[in-house]
């Protein structure tokens, strides 16, 4: 079973910038990798997803311009740069993935926490 690793979270203050690491266990490959957040009292919410091949991401509203998703050299690490947060940005912060030809989120990560003071 292959495992999700997110590893960047803490704390930082509002106008600062952070940036998370999801990284599959033996290093496979994940095609569609996403991350996700969920703050107190919240639903789980999609913040951005990046596909094989050309790389093509998503972003959720409310992160466009502000938060940009990216894979290593090696595509074994999945980052997502966080610039500009916000005290609403706080949350614990999920890595998932999708096998090829799969519909669903077959993998998750246990989560990172994302603190943004103000």
């Known amino acids: 079973q292959v495992q999700l690793v997110e590893s960047g979270g803490g704390l930082v203050q509002a106008g600062g910038s952070l940036r998370l690491s999801c990284a599959a266990s033996?290093?496979?490959?994940?095609?569609?990798v996403g991350w996700f957040r969920q703050a107190p009292g919240q639903e789980r919410e999609f913040v951005a997803g990046i596909r094989a091949g050309r790389g093509t991401a998503d972003y959720a509203d409310s992160v466009k311009g502000r938060f940009t998703i990216s894979r290593d050299n090696q595509k074994v690490t999945v980052l997502l740069q966080m610039n500009s947060l916000q005290s609403e940005d706080t949350a614990v912060y999920y890595c998932?993935?999708?096998?090829?030809?799969?519909?669903?989120?077959?993998?998750w990560g246990q989560g990172t926490q994302v603190t943004v003071s103000s």
């Open positions: 033996r290093r496979t490959f994940i095609p569609t």
């Open positions: 998932a993935g999708k096998r090829g030809g799969s519909s669903s989120w077959d993998y």
